[in-house]
């Protein structure tokens, strides 16, 4: 049901261009604006790649690769040269664009943030990853929750990143806000192949929602990403996959947000979206609306604690080179924290 991977387009149906990215080495304010330009220059290859196209997707890690370099001279801002280049290569090629950047944060540690541009030029969706790579990852947890916006044909899409996609609660909340398609850009390397293919198609069979997934792809000379291009259907059925790990290629299909919508109102068996809220209604009448889970309530509660928690090894970034940090979420980083960061 891609369309030839978008090349007949329907009527009702939205072409994405996941972009399997070459991984770069960013160091100094002149690779940043280096691979600033070549993310461009991408953007017009997609659209030069195919006419139909309405979204193109960059992975998590496009701009600034995979060092975990938190110095502030590379770190972006919303009204940073890069955004403006990214909005006018939107502009220039009609096509509505999906970013990632390191967001420079006054108060600790950066911001994963990703981005949805549209065709002329605004920003449509802005998110903070809320499930930094622990502990590989510095960046502070993301503070805007998910925000879901209504893009290309009225389709209604979120955007997760990365090990976001290992929580099925960020899915589901992509879904009870309203996502059709849930975007995931990712940096993985190959030891995560396995979890990336099974949950990308978890979070689309049990949401009834279309998943768009990308990481980078190729070697730094340290890190090597995998690619991996994934568009699943709503019914966890994979509809093009990136499987070759050609660093460049832009894996495209067509999907039908209006089929989406059909799904959720007619079916009847695992409309497991639907269902979760109203369990058993075939015996009780709407169903049970309750909430019997511990877990929820506890972290409702602020209570939230595993029964082996005093038990886990691994609890701060210090295994992976980082201090242990000594601020609550919330609060702001000291000048001296900060600097030493830095």
């Not at 139909?52 to 938190?70: C, I, K, N, Q, R």
Request: hydrophobic share 40%; net charge negative.
């Amino acid at each position: 049901m891609n369309g030839l991977g978008g090349l007949n387009k329907s009527p009702n149906g939205v072409v994405i261009g996941l972009v399997q990215l070459q991984l770069p080495t960013v160091v100094t304010k002149a690779d940043l604006k280096a691979q600033t330009d070549r993310i461009v220059a991408m953007v017009a290859k997609a659209r030069a790649n195919m006419a139909g196209m309405d979204l193109v997707v960059f992975p998590e890690y496009a701009l600034h690769g995979l060092s975990m370099d938190t110095n502030p001279e590379i770190m972006c801002s919303l009204d940073g040269p890069e955004v403006a280049a990214f909005k006018k290569a939107c502009i220039d090629n009609k096509i509505w664009g999906c970013f990632s950047i390191m967001e420079f944060n006054p108060s600790g540690y950066p911001y994963n943030s990703g981005l949805i541009i549209d065709d002329t030029g605004e920003l449509k969706l802005y998110y903070r990853k809320m499930h930094p790579w622990v502990p590989v990852e510095p960046w502070e947890p993301g503070d805007r929750g998910i925000p879901v916006i209504e893009g290309p044909k009225g389709a209604k899409i979120g955007l997760i990143i990365c090990h976001d996609g290992m929580f099925p609660e960020m899915a589901r909340e992509c879904a009870y806000k309203g996502a059709e398609i849930m975007i995931r850009t990712a940096g993985y390397t190959a030891p995560i192949r396995e979890s990336w293919r099974f949950t990308n198609q978890s979070n689309a069979f049990c949401n009834l929602m279309v998943t768009a997934n990308v990481c980078m792809c190729g070697s730094d000379g340290v890190f090597d990403s995998m690619g991996e291009g994934m568009i699943v259907n709503f019914d966890g059925s994979i509809i093009a996959h990136g499987t070759t790990g050609r660093a460049d290629e832009i894996i495209t299909a067509e999907v039908r947000p209006d089929l989406v919508r059909e799904a959720r109102l007619h079916w009847g068996v695992e409309n497991n979206i639907y269902q979760f809220g109203h369990r058993g209604y075939t015996a009780v009448k709407g169903g049970a609306g309750d909430c019997p889970y511990t877990y929820m309530h506890d972290l409702a509660a602020g209570r939230y604690r595993l029964p082996w928690e005093d038990q886990v090894k691994v609890v701060d970034g210090t295994s992976c080179g980082f201090p242990a940090p000594t601020r609550s979420y919330g609060e702001r980083q000291s000048p001296q924290a900060q600097e030493a960061a830095e």
